[in-house]
């Protein structure tokens, strides 16, 4: 695949520069306002916390499904980079995995600066990208597609290691004395979601049973997870695989009259409160925020100064980070404000 837009490095960066940079770029911006001088006099790009340099349009395409909130906090940090470096934002979304191939090659044809993208179905995104890389547009990725970044010639990624996740909610579940667990994936297909529930079968000692759901019916959500609890009473945890579907499992719960106990993968403002209540026992928690910020920013950086987080062979990893009783109630003031 063609890369040229991409020069190889002989050496490795460590994935934190992506942190360390975009500090920086915000750093600059403070300490010009205070100065009495604008940061572009000194050669810099960033004047009071913004970007001087050119316009630039960038188009964000994830598989989101409708309703699904966890999609918003991505969103937001995107938007939060794209205010501070000067970017018109293009955002857009289908679950659909043609449909989202779809909207990237619209990208490519509306001559983007950059594109940032989900790989939860990467085999159908794999040509558009091609086309994508031959038109010399950068193309990062987020959130889903650690195992196939590289292989479709993306430049950065930005997310966790699913199946490190999937390892340690198992440990979890084993602490905490699980001994027959159901993991619901919401959307059939989808790989990341696939190895969440492979990594926790695969360090979790007692039985995991696989459950598909429709994620985008609700009410459907609700009634298979209610069917499979009264159907095994033996279930002792529900693993979900989103905060949406956590919080309607809570009441899958409920009316099947089971002791099954809650955790989820992905966090949200509902989901802190649940986890205070105890209606929820943990949430392994990835950092949407940031993946939508660093992979806006990071196009920023590349086009602007030429910076590769991961020394482009690296990703840089966001997750996975637990949040329970012990921590919730300093999550939750962030979450509070949509940037956990």
Same mark, same amino acid.
């Given at each position: 695949?063609?890369?040229?837009?991409?020069?190889?490095?002989?050496?490795? #960066?460590?994935?934190?520069?992506?942190?360390?940079?975009?500090s920086a770029l915000? #750093?600059a911006?403070?300490?010009?306002?205070s100065g009495?001088?604008?940061?572009?006099?000194a050669?810099?790009?960033?004047?009071?916390?913004?970007?001087?340099?050119?316009?630039?349009? *960038? !188009?964000?395409?994830t598989?989101?499904?409708?309703?699904?909130?966890?999609?918003d906090?991505?969103?937001?940090?995107?938007?939060?980079?794209?205010?501070?470096? $000067?970017?018109?934002?293009?955002?857009?979304?289908?679950?659909?995995?043609?449909?989202?191939?779809?909207?990237v +090659? $619209?990208?490519i044809? +509306?001559?983007?600066?950059?594109?940032?993208?989900?790989?939860?179905?990467?085999?159908?995104m794999?040509? *558009?990208?091609?086309?994508?890389?031959?038109?010399?547009?950068?193309?990062?990725?987020? $959130?889903?597609?650690?195992s196939?970044?590289?292989?479709?010639?993306?430049?950065e990624?930005?997310? @966790?290691?699913?199946?490190? !996740?999937?390892?340690?909610?198992?440990?979890?579940?084993?602490?905490?004395?699980?001994?027959?667990?159901?993991? /619901?994936? @919401?959307?059939?297909?989808?790989?990341?979601?696939?190895?969440?529930?492979?990594?926790?079968?695969?360090?979790?000692?007692?039985?995991?049973?696989?459950?598909? /759901?429709n994620g985008?019916?609700?009410?459907?959500?609700?009634?298979t997870?209610?069917?499979?609890?009264?159907?095994?009473?033996?279930?002792?945890? #529900? !693993?979900?695989?989103?905060a949406p579907?956590a919080?309607?499992?809570? @009441?899958? /719960?409920?009316?099947?009259?089971?002791?099954?106990?809650?955790?989820?993968?992905?966090?949200n403002?509902d989901?802190?409160?649940?986890?205070?209540?105890?209606?929820?026992?943990?949430?392994?928690?990835?950092?949407?925020?940031?993946?939508?910020?660093?992979?806006?920013?990071?196009?920023?950086?590349?086009? $602007?100064?030429?910076?590769?987080s991961?020394?482009?062979? +690296?990703?840089v990893l966001?997750?996975?980070a637990?949040?329970?009783k012990?921590? #919730?109630?300093?999550?939750a003031?962030?979450?509070a404000?949509?940037?956990?």
């Amino acid at each position: 695949m063609d890369r040229t837009f991409h020069p190889r490095r002989s050496h490795r #960066v460590a994935p934190v520069l992506a942190l360390a940079a975009a500090s920086a770029l915000l #750093v600059a911006g403070c300490s010009s306002s205070s100065g009495g001088k604008k940061a572009e006099d000194a050669g810099s790009n960033v004047s009071a916390g913004k970007a001087s340099t050119p316009r630039m349009t *960038v !188009a964000l395409v994830t598989h989101q499904a409708p309703g699904d909130t966890f999609w918003d906090i991505v969103r937001k940090g995107a938007e939060a980079a794209a205010a501070k470096d $000067n970017i018109k934002l293009v955002y857009s979304s289908d679950p659909n995995a043609g449909n989202q191939a779809n909207l990237v +090659q $619209n990208a490519i044809d +509306q001559k983007v600066d950059g594109i940032a993208v989900t790989l939860a179905k990467p085999d159908a995104m794999k040509d *558009v990208i091609s086309k994508a890389t031959q038109a010399k547009i950068p193309v990062v990725g987020l $959130n889903s597609g650690l195992s196939d970044w590289k292989k479709l010639g993306l430049m950065e990624f930005f997310g @966790q290691d699913e199946t490190v !996740a999937g390892e340690a909610f198992g440990k979890r579940l084993n602490e905490l004395g699980a001994k027959n667990t159901v993991c /619901v994936i @919401q959307e059939q297909g989808n790989v990341g979601l696939t190895q969440r529930c492979d990594g926790l079968k695969k360090t979790f000692t007692g039985k995991t049973q696989i459950l598909y /759901v429709n994620g985008t019916d609700m009410p459907s959500v609700k009634s298979t997870i209610s069917a499979k609890l009264k159907q095994d009473s033996s279930i002792d945890y #529900v !693993a979900t695989l989103g905060a949406p579907y956590a919080l309607t499992a809570v @009441q899958s /719960v409920s009316d099947a009259g089971s002791k099954a106990k809650v955790a989820t993968f992905d966090l949200n403002k509902d989901l802190t409160d649940a986890i205070k209540k105890g209606d929820i026992q943990f949430a392994v928690d990835q950092q949407p925020y940031l993946q939508g910020y660093l992979a806006i920013d990071s196009l920023w950086l590349y086009k $602007n100064n030429g910076n590769y987080s991961g020394g482009g062979e +690296q990703p840089v990893l966001t997750g996975p980070a637990f949040v329970d009783k012990s921590n #919730v109630d300093t999550i939750a003031t962030f979450a509070a404000n949509g940037t956990r």
